[in-house]
């Protein structure tokens, strides 16, 4: 099986994209927030390979199957992460490879679902503590 190395010119001009944190003759490394990115503007309708375009990164340098697989890697990253908070659980302890920011979001709305819950306890509590009063 060929590998697809890429040249000292390719290497550098990837280097030089504010969305790649790491790159060597055979893989790329990308930013936390271009993870992230991605997977916002696919789920507004954007395909990776448009997405890939709009940050700078030549889609004929970096090839289709490259794309394809590291979007389908971020998305179901991201779907199994937000499966996981609606059954309840945490993924705190996950190393989430789309970002730190979508962990945080995912944790805050976890967080937020809580609170909601708490509240309904607490004015269920106050409710019942003004019908013994009474």
Request: no cysteine.
């Amino acid at each position: 099986m060929k590998k697809n190395n890429f040249t000292p010119e390719e290497i550098q001009v990837l280097k030089d994209n504010p969305n790649v944190l790491r790159v060597s003759d055979s893989r790329i490394t990308y930013t936390r927030a271009f993870k992230v990115h991605l997977v916002d503007e696919y789920r507004k309708g954007k395909t990776p390979t448009q997405v890939f375009r709009e940050a700078g990164f030549d889609t004929r340098v970096l090839g289709s199957k490259r794309i394809e697989r590291a979007a389908a890697n971020w998305k179901e990253t991201y779907e199994r992460n937000i499966l996981r908070l609606e059954m309840g659980e945490s993924i705190v302890q996950e190393k989430v490879r789309i970002g730190k920011d979508e962990e945080y979001q995912l944790m805050l709305a976890k967080m937020m679902k809580e609170m909601e819950a708490l509240k309904e306890q607490i004015s269920m509590l106050s409710a019942r503590l003004e019908i013994e009063r009474d």
